[in-house]
């Protein structure tokens, strides 16, 4: 009887006359502009199938509401018009960095968690797993999205997301020695990295501390995204590995973006967007190096940055001068991060565990 019961439930709520659903749904998607109430759109779409279609045709990309809804929001480029708000809580002692939306103007308050992170040494490098989930930072997880990669120094980085950046990217697979019992891997979990930017920090071999310099190509971010009509691509949902299980033990596959175009390999830059940090100008008053966060950032630091993206050479114009990631701290384990269009949450994210990494040879 129970399972009658649930089915008919199920087909009262998916019934309703389509018309009176699409206007309940607009009126609650409208009113419930920020979180926690904006909970309310994603219980909606959470009823049955019928309910959740109509969800996610009037829910607006984030680039033109500014609205953070669904997880795969994070993996969207974000506002055209202004800088999203966001701060990272740092947990030094389990080497874990917790992303959060900020839900006022002011520079600390409950946040509504976003991603996380944990940075785990390898004995060559570091690598940073980004989660959907604050308590299952594993590669293994169906929670995993990407993660961060440094070299040995810490002066160079590249970010892997767990699914193509867009529907028309091409990839090569390279045969791996490494063999894997598939028992150990779930049939859910994403498990392809995929290179989508390539961070590289200026080495310091004067041995002066003062602003680091970055580098940032966004291998999977045309350059003509930041200009007028530009397009950024978009993924729109996240999606599953079908692994055959059916030997006991298979070989994998390292994959990799056919076009990617490391920003310290190539001369083909032209052809993606290239983010560098502003100028830090010397106050001689304070003595120190400032620069203008618009109030986000109360605490100077090394780690502190601002990107646009500035031409290498030459003065910038109105769209390259604007500012695209701003990081700064705030606390001591504290720091505020403000990203807009064409960047994602996670590319953003990503960008500022480099900053966190211990570089040495920067400062």
Known sequence: MEVASDGLEQSWWANMPHELLREVLLRIESSEATWPPRRSVVACAGVCRAWRLIVKEIVKPLQLSSNITFPISLKQPGPREHLLQCFIRRNSGSQTYYLFLSLSSALADDGKFLLAARKFRRPTCTDYIISLAADDMSKESSAYVGKLRSNFLGTKF???????????????????????????????????????????????????????RMHCVMDAIPASAIEPGGVAPSQTGFSVSNIDTSFPLFQTNSTRLENSIPGHQSNKEDDVLVLRNKAARWHEQLQCWCLNFNGRVTIASVKNFQLAALPENGPAGPQEDEVILQFGKVGKDLFTMDYRYPISAFQAFAICLSSFATTVACE
């Open 158 to 212: 590249t970010i892997y997301d767990s699914q193509l950046p867009h529907a028309r990217a091409k990839i090569t697979k390279c045969p791996s020695t490494k063999l894997v019992d598939p028992k150990q891997v779930s049939p859910r979990v994403p498990t392809g990295n995929y290179p989508v930017a390539h961070i590289s920090y200026e080495l310091n071999v004067l041995g002066s501390r003062g602003p680091r």
